[in-house]
């Protein structure tokens, strides 16, 4: 929806944050202690670009090709907040993109070092579920973890199939090598009357509940052991 309307998920009251706003926010605030360096590259989809109108699903939020880096979760609000203001919201909602992305950063480093988690703030719907399985599937082999945060009321069986918790993710006849998928539907974390009120510990704990799992079974898996602590 329009931003500026109150039924958009992305619609900011002069009172509170937008519901997408909210989650980053909060689920942000939560794993950006795990990275050093605070540098998170931000990535919009689903959007018209100016000036010419094209269809993008995976623009830098803060507008810099060369460099996607926004500076703290803060950083990262303001791009969103900045950038929509100035692009067109556009169906339809494609995950791939961006988890190939992320792919290929992660795949230049395998050697245990590094180890990526892409956060994902969608409304449920998707548009590219074959080929999203497809990045899953490939993703699984990498060190990379994904948690996807859900906003808004709708039925999310789409995120919890990507999950994978059920039934492993596959695609064309291939399973993903492991489970790097976390699903998280964020309404079960605000109070029942609409407030904003946050029960963030009980977010930490369940956004936080696979990643060690995941990022050992890389490793292990690789036969990577942890180096030892420089004195």
Known sequence: GMPSQPTSL???SPYQLSAYALALKAVGEI???????????AYGFGAKLPPDG????????????????CAGIEGVLESYLQSLRT???????????VINQVAGTAAQVTDGSQ???????????ISDMMQTKEAIVTASALPMSIIIVGVGPAEFEAMEELDGDE???????????????QFVPF?????????QVLSMARLAKDVLAEIPEQLLSYMKTRDIKPRRADP
Do not use: C, M, W
């Not at 692009?87 to 791939?96: E, H, I, S």
């Not at 180890?115 to 719907?125: A, K, M, N, Q, S």
């Not at 039934?167 to 006849?173: A, D, E, I, L, P």
């Open 87 to 97: 692009v067109q919201l556009y169906g339809p909602t494609n995950f791939a993109p």
């Open 115 to 125: 180890y990526h988690v892409l956060l994902i703030i969608t409304d449920g719907v």
């Open 167 to 181: 039934v492993r993710v596959s695609s064309r006849g291939r399973y993903a090598e492991r489970d790097i998928v």
């Open 54 to 69: 094209k269809i993008s699903h995976q623009f830098p939020l803060n507008n810099n090709a060369e460099n996607p880096s």
């Open 31 to 41: 794993i950006q202690d795990y990275d050093s360096d605070k540098l998170f590259p």
């Open 10 to 12: 992305h619609y900011a």
């Open 187 to 195: 309404r079960d974390y605000v109070d029942d009357s609409g407030n």
